[in-house]
């Protein structure tokens, strides 16, 4: 799994690589944990899953973990380029009751 | 319908074993797609053999050894155009079966319970058997849609 974080105003974008699963979440928590602690400026959440080829609970459990911290911010999360599996998984999980899916990244950009 | 040797009638088995460690739980999912890839699935269904899969070993990592070091064993059987895909390690067992169950019921926090769900949703059949400190049996099976149509058809 790869990462690539970048901040416009209070929007944190992430775009997500590869396999989101138990030996990648670590990382993923810690990496993107680390940049809302030292950025208190960040409010809102948006993933970029057009590079992710996998995501299961563990994956699952580490958004809804970013989530509650944005939340705490009175932010949103948001997710774009959201392959069809994942769609389905999403559903299946209740995440997108805390998360929307939009339909581009312009779109949840303007959330700031 | 009498069915003629061919591609649908192959049998195949695969037994692996690996140590209980996170970066096994994707080793995992290529091995078993790349199996499971020899019957008729579509991709999206492969797509759910590999949650499940993931689901189960991750189980195995987390769970029955608590993060610490066992073994794990895959076996793998093509029989009868199906898939069936068993999980078996030797860890602390599972207490409460119906409990763990229940959606959304984790015993940790930072996980969604969500393991057992995608398991039971994406295979045909899921079934656990589970003996306290002796170990956990997970066993999935799976079909191909369209191999349950073909066989209706000639029926």
Redesign the interface.
């Known amino acids: 799994m790869n990462l690539e974080l970048k901040q416009n105003g209070r929007v944190l974008t992430v775009v997500v690589s590869g396999?989101l699963?138990?030996?990648t979440s670590p990382d993923f928590?810690r990496r993107i944990g680390d940049e809302l602690e030292q950025n208190q400026g960040i409010q809102h959440l948006i993933f970029d899953f057009k590079e992710t080829s996998?995501v299961?609970?563990?994956g699952?459990?580490?958004i809804?973990?970013r989530y509650r911290t944005i939340a705490k911010r009175d932010g949103k999360v948001s997710a774009v380029n959201v392959p069809?599996?994942l769609v389905r998984?999403f559903e299946?999980?209740?995440l997108l009751k805390v998360m929307t899916i939009d339909p581009s990244l312009e779109e949840a950009e303007k959330y700031d | 319908m009498i069915k003629e040797a061919g591609q649908g009638m192959k049998e195949n088995y695969l037994l692996i074993t690996f140590p209980s460690i996170?970066?096994n739980?994707?080793l995992a999912?290529v091995i078993v797609a790349s199996f499971a890839a020899q019957l008729d699935f579509t991709l999206?269904e492969l797509?759910e053999i590999?949650?499940a899969t993931?689901?189960a070993v991750?189980n195995c990592?987390?769970h029955a050894y608590r993060e610490q070091s066992g073994e794990i064993q895959l076996e793998l059987k093509i029989q009868d155009e199906t898939l069936s895909i068993k999980v078996i390690d030797g860890g602390c067992g599972i207490s409460d079966l119906d409990l763990a169950k229940t959606a959304?019921y984790s015993t940790d926090p930072?996980?969604?319970?969500?393991?057992l769900?995608?398991m039971e949703?994406f295979m045909d059949q899921m079934t656990i058997e589970s003996q306290l400190n002796q170990g956990t049996q997970v066993l999935m099976v799976k079909k191909p849609e369209r191999s349950k149509d073909s066989n209706d058809d000639g029926q």
Do not use: K, Q
């Open positions: 396999e699963d138990l030996s928590r996998f299961d609970s563990s699952l459990g580490a809804l973990g069809p599996h998984l299946l999980s209740g | 996170p970066e739980v994707g999912r999206n797509e590999r949650v993931s689901e991750s990592v987390i959304a930072e996980r969604m319970g969500l393991g769900v995608f949703s």
